[in-house]
């Protein structure tokens, strides 16, 4: 038994990086659907049968849980597959399998809220919003999940996406430092003139942006503070674990990385941040 971490390209290895450092026991799979990213620019339907097809194959390589290391997949796939697909597919394997994703997790960390969580309406006027932004692709941006799910539980923050059309793309090619800042810059600059001042604070809504997260502090104010994503879903999977022993992680510390596109060494900046030469098998 392992855990599956999934995403459309190399972004995920963000969330992996942690999920690795926090449970060094656990045998770990990761594959990334390179031969389709971005997701983020495609419709929700196709989104949803990629994302299947990457569960289903990490579940026939063993997996008990699969982590959707991607905030389009999971705001987009991962309600409809929890309520239309898993139960049957559980059945059909013969043994307990889940879809878990990072929305949840970041939006627990965002509010300071469990999920369960709901406000009670109040009459009283809030005297001091908290100014959050959301840089994600489109189709996270689109969806409104954070805009939404925020605005459930708290009525003080107020959420601003911004659609980073490119960066996911230019992060997977890896690009030069000078293009992804300059990339960033401008969405910094660009919803810092919609709210009409910078943000209090900032959610990296896409897990391809933590590679790059040094060049958001630089675009951003100095100091404001940035939820990190990896963090966030590695608490909560290790809630998740202690409440489920069901769930089998594996003792080996296997690590295992598949893609669907080209296999082999990985571009220099996802080196740089994983901090080792990484290699990837045929998915």
């Not at 992996?16 to 659907?33: G, S, W």
């Not at 898993?86 to 394997?93: I, K, N, S, V």
């Not at 708290?154 to 997977?172: G, H, K, M, T, Y």
């Not at 933590?210 to 963090?231: N, V």
Request: charged share 25%; net charge negative; with cysteine.
């Amino acid at each position: 038994m392992a855990i599956g971490v999934f995403d459309s390209g190399i972004g995920g290895l963000s969330v992996h990086r942690t999920l690795v450092e926090r449970f060094p026991q656990a045998d770990f799979i990761y594959l990334a659907d390179q031969a389709k990213t971005p997701y983020g620019g495609r419709p929700g339907e196709e989104i949803v049968d990629l994302t299947r097809a990457g569960c289903e194959r990490l579940f026939a390589q063993g997996c008990s849980l699969v982590v959707l290391a991607c905030n389009t997949a999971s705001g987009i796939a991962l309600r409809r597959l929890q309520q239309t697909w898993l139960p049957g597919y559980r059945r059909e394997l013969g043994r307990p399998v889940n879809v878990l994703g990072i929305i949840v997790p970041t939006i627990e960390a965002a509010t300071g809220l469990p999920w369960e969580h709901e406000l009670e309406p109040r009459g009283d006027k809030v005297e001091k919003l908290d100014v959050l932004a959301v840089f994600s692709t489109p189709a996270t941006a689109n969806s409104r999940v954070y805009e939404i799910e925020i605005d459930k539980r708290r009525d003080d923050v107020a959420v601003f996406s911004q659609p980073c059309r490119n960066l996911a793309a230019l992060i997977e090619r890896g690009a030069a430092r000078e293009d992804l800042a300059a990339d960033i810059a401008g969405h910094v600059q660009a919803i810092a003139t919609r709210i009409g001042r910078p943000p209090d604070r900032a959610i990296l809504g896409c897990t391809h942006y933590e590679i790059t997260a040094d060049l958001f502090r630089d675009a951003l104010p100095p100091g404001t503070p940035l939820i990190h994503q990896p963090q966030a879903t590695a608490d909560a999977l290790a809630r998740y674990l202690e409440r489920h022993p069901e769930f089998d992680a594996g003792q080996t510390g296997a690590r295992r990385f598949l893609t669907t596109g080209r296999p082999g060494a990985q571009s220099g900046l996802v080196e740089a941040f994983w901090g080792s030469a990484l290699s990837f098998e045929p998915a």
